[in-house]
C-alpha cells in the first residue's frame, strides 16, 4: 500500500476558514438542516425506541457479519443476481470494469454512491475509455468542477449558486450569470435525461441489503437511481458489507431513521427495493467491498463505527464540520463518523483528525444508530499517544504538564508567575503571530490571588 | 447481450474467513413492541397532511370518475398527449402501451396514473408493487405521476407496512412519498428533479 500523505485538519481548512463570510454561510446551510432534523426527530415520540433498536439490531449484525454476508448471498443469487466479492477498492474497480468490457459498455449512468467515492471508480473509469455521469445532481455539479463530495449526503453544500451557474454556463450553456436554484436544476433535468437515456449501464450503491430476502433498498429525493437502472439491461450495486441487516422488517426501523436524521424529511421520496434483476433478459450484479471493513470488525473499541448508515446527521451538527468544511478531512466521509473511520486506514496519515473535534458530544446525541462518535474520538488521541504519532509540540507540552501536575511547589509557582504574567505583559507579547490560540481570543483577567492562598484565609482555621 | 458475467468470488473466502475468524457476542435481534409505535386517530388526515409537507397533493374521491373529472381541471393534465393510465377503469391511456417494449420509447411520456397497494400515514408514502407496471421506469420517467391508492388500505407506521409485504414478491417495490425533488443547489427545495414533476394521489374508498 503507498503511503498517504499527512492530512493536517487546521492547514487543510486554512483556505475556507479564511473566508469569513463563506463559513458563516456554510455553518448557517448545515443548521438549517440540522433543525429540520430536530423537527422530525421530535414528531416521533418512539424516537429513542428506534435508536435503541436500530443500535442492537446493527450490533447484532456486525457480531455476525459472516453468517448474514453467506445468507445474502445465497438468497440473493437464488433470485437470479450475480453476488461479486472485493477484497479491496483495486478488485472493486476491476471487478465493475470487468462487467462493463463484457457488455462492451462506453457510457455509464451512476447513481450517489459514498462506496464508488471510496474506492475511485469514477477515475478508474475514465482512464480506461467509459465515460461515467454522475445523475445526482450535487454529484454531478461537483463532477462538473472535478472537484469531490464534501458531505455524504449533500456533496455540493459548499458551493455556491452563483458558482453552479457558472459551471452550467460552461459546461450545459445557461445563461450567464444565472443563478437562480429553479432554472439550474430544469438546466440539469434536461441535460441528465439525454445521459439517461444514452446510458449502457446503471451503477448504484445500496443502503441497506437484506440478508433473509437477498435485496436491497436505495433511497433518493430525485429518483436518480431508479430512472438509471429502469432503462439499461444491466444494473451494478456496489456496496460496503456493512451494509447489511438481517431481516426484512428490521427495514421499518431504519427507514424510519434514515431520512428523517439525514435531510428532516419523513421518508425520502423514492425507497426502491431491488429483488433480484428486472426480467429474464436483464442482470443484476451485486459487489460486496470489504475494504478495511472486516479489519475494523476486529478492533472491539472502534467496531460501533461500521454502524453508521451514513446520515450525515453528524456532519450537520458538528461545529468544526460546519466552519471548516468537509474538504478539510481529506477522505470520502468527512465529519465526526469520518475522523473515526479515516485513522483506522491510516492513523500516521489521518492523526490529526481525532482532534478536529472539541468534544462537545452532539454528534453522538444525533446519530440514528447510537455510534458512541465522541468518545471514540477520545479512544483514538489515547491511540495516538500509544502508538507515538502525537506531533511533537504536543508530546513535549504533555511531559512538561504531567511534572508541573505532579510537583506541587512547582505547580505553585507556576500559577504565580501566570497571574504576575497576565498582568504585567504587553498585549503583543501574548497576541502574536506565534500564538494561535489568541487570533481570536482574548485572555482572562488574572485573579488577584491563587485558590490555595483564598482558602487557607477564608476557610481554615 | 454479449455475455453473462460470472461472479468474481476469489476473496469472497478471505474475507469471510476474517470475520468468521473472530467471534463476537452479540446482543441478540430485537423484536419491536407494537405498543410503542405511533398510531394517529384519523390516519387518512394525517396522511393527506404530511403528503402536503413533502409537496403532493391529496385527493379524497369516492367514485373512480371523480379521478378523471379533477385531473381535467390541471392544464398540465388537458394538455397532456402522452397518458398511460394503469387503472383504466378509472382514466383511459392515449396510446397501447403493449406496444412498446424497449421502456426507451417512453421517454416523452407525460403522466402516469400508477396503482398504488396501501399508504403509510406517519410519511405520506404509498407502496407501489413491480408488477403492477409493464415497466418499471413508468413511474420515473412521466413528466407528472398520479397514484391511486385505496384509503381503506391504510397503515399508520412503517412497521405496519413492512409486516403487510411480508416477504417481497415480485423484482421490484418502491415508497413513493411526494414528487421527485432535491436541494442540492443551496438547499433551496426545487420540485421535479429527474422523476415527476408533481404527484397527484386518489384515496379512493
Ligand atoms: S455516524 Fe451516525 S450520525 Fe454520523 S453519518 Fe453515521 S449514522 Fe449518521
Redesign the pocket.
Known amino acids: 500500500m503507498k503511503t498517504l500523505p499527512i492530512v493536517d485538519h487546521p492547514t487543510k481548512a486554512h483556505a475556507f476558514v479564511a473566508d469569513n463570510e463563506r463559513t458563516h454561510w456554510h455553518d448557517q446551510a448545515l443548521w438549517f438542516v440540522r433543525s429540520k432534523r430536530d423537527k422530525q426527530a421530535g414528531s416521533v415520540p418512539e424516537w429513542e425506541y428506534l435508536r435503541s433498536l436500530a443500535s442492537q439490531i446493527k450490533t447484532e449484525t456486525i457480531a455476525k457479519l459472516g453468517d448474514y454476508l453467506s445468507e445474502f448471498e445465497r438468497n440473493a443469487t437464488a433470485l437470479g443476481a450475480t453476488v461479486h466479492w472485493a477484497a479491496d477498492a483495486a478488485e472493486h474497480n476491476e471487478i465493475v470494469l470487468k462487467i462493463l468490457r463484457d457488455h462492451e459498455t462506453l457510457r455509464i449512468v451512476k447513481s450517489k454512491s459514498m462506496l464508488t467515492e471510496e474506492c475511485g471508480l469514477n477515475h478508474f473509469l475514465e482512464d480506461n475509455g467509459i465515460e461515467v455521469v454522475d445523475t445526482d445532481l450535487g454529484e454531478r455539479i461537483v463532477q462538473l468542477r472535478k472537484e469531490t463530495p464534501s458531505h ?1 449526503v449533500l456533496p455540493a453544500i459548499h458551493i455556491r449558486k452563483e458558482e453552479v451557474g457558472e459551471t452550467f454556463h460552461e459546461h450545459l450553456g445557461t445563461d450567464e450569470g444565472a443563478s437562480d436554484p429553479q432554472y439550474l436544476t430544469e438546466a440539469a433535468r434536461g441535460h441528465l435525461r439525454d445521459k439517461f437515456l444514452a446510458g449502457e449501464v446503471g451503477i448504484t450503491g445500496v443502503n441497506f441489503a437484506i440478508a433473509e430476502t437477498g435485496g436491497f433498498v436505495i433511497c433518493t429525493n430525485e429518483g436518480n437511481a431508479d430512472l438509471g437502472v429502469s432503462l439499461p439491461r444491466v444494473h451494478i450495486a456496489c456496496m460496503g458489507i456493512e451494509k447489511i441487516i438481517p431481516r426484512f422488517e428490521d427495514l421499518a426501523v431504519f427507514i424510519r431513521l434514515l431520512a428523517r ?2 435531510t428532516g424529511q419523513p421518508i425520502t421520496t423514492y425507497t426502491s427495493h431491488f429483488h433480484g434483476p428486472r426480467d429474464p433478459q436483464s442482470e443484476l450484479h451485486i459487489v460486496l467491498v470489504d475494504n478495511g471493513r472486516s479489519q475494523l470488525r476486529n478492533r472491539s473499541e472502534f467496531r460501533d ?1 461500521l ?9 450537520n451538527t458538528c461545529p468544526v464540520y460546519r466552519r471548516s468544511g468537509g474538504h478539510s478531512y481529506s477522505a470520502t ?1 468527512p ?3 469520518g475522523s ?1 473511520l479515516s485513522p483506522t486506514r491510516d492513523s500516521s496519515s489521518y492523526k490529526s483528525l481525532p482532534y478536529a473535534c472539541s468534544l462537545c458530544g452532539s ?1 453522538t446525541d ?4 447510537k ?1 458512541p ?1 465522541h468518545h471514540q474520538l477520545l479512544a483514538w488521541r489515547k491511540e495516538l499517544v500509544d502508538q507515538n504519532l502525537l506531533p511533537y509540540s504536543k508530546r513535549i507540552s504533555m511531559k512538561g504538564a504531567s511534572i508541573l501536575f505532579r510537583n506541587p511547589r512547582l505547580f505553585t509557582f507556576a500559577g504565580w508567575v501566570g497571574r504576575k504574567s497576565l498582568k504585567w505583559l504587553p498585549h503583543g507579547m501574548t497576541h502574536n503571530r506565534w500564538n494561535t490560540w489568541t487570533i481570536a481570543r482574548e485572555l482572562p483577567e488574572p485573579p488577584r490571588e491563587s485558590f490555595r492562598h483564598w482558602y487557607a484565609a477564608n476557610r481554615k482555621r | 447481450m454479449i455475455q453473462q458475467t460470472k461472479a468474481t468470488t476469489k476473496s469472497r473466502q478471505a474475507i469471510l474467513d476474517r470475520l468468521l475468524g473472530t467471534e463476537v457476542i452479540g446482543p441478540g435481534l430485537p423484536t419491536v413492541d407494537p405498543n410503542q409505535l405511533i398510531h394517529f386517530e384519523d390516519p387518512v388526515a394525517k396522511f393527506i397532511e404530511v403528503l402536503a409537507t413533502v409537496g403532493g397533493q391529496a385527493h379524497v374521491v369516492d367514485d373512480l370518475r371523480q379521478i378523471g373529472e379533477i385531473l381535467a381541471k390541471l392544464p398540465v393534465y388537458s394538455q397532456a398527449k402522452r397518458v398511460v393510465s394503469l387503472v383504466p377503469e378509472a382514466v383511459p391511456s392515449s396510446f397501447d402501451l403493449a406496444a412498446i417494449d424497449d421502456p426507451h420509447a417512453l421517454a416523452s411520456l407525460d403522466w402516469t396514473i400508477a396503482k398504488g397497494e396501501f399508504p403509510v400515514a406517519e410519511n405520506g408514502a404509498i407502496w407501489v408493487q413491480g408488477e403492477t407496471m409493464p415497466h418499471r421506469v413508468l413511474l420515473f420517467i412521466a413528466q407528472y405521476l398520479a397514484i391511486v391508492v385505496s384509503r381503506s388500505q391504510m397503515v399508520h407506521n412503517l412497521h405496519e407496512a413492512y409486516a403487510r409485504i411480508g416477504t417481497p414478491k415480485s423484482p421490484f417495490g418502491v415508497f413513493v412519498s411526494g414528487p421527485s425533488k432535491t436541494a442540492d443547489i443551496e438547499q433551496s427545495l426545487v420540485l421535479g428533479a429527474h422523476g415527476c414533476r408533481e404527484l397527484q394521489v386518489f384515496l379512493t374508498p
Open positions: 455524504i436524521s439525514a463505527a454502524h453508521c448508515i451514513r446520515c450525515g446527521a453528524c456532519m466521509v465529519g465526526p463518523i473515526v454528534c444525533v446519530c440514528p444508530v455510534i462518535l
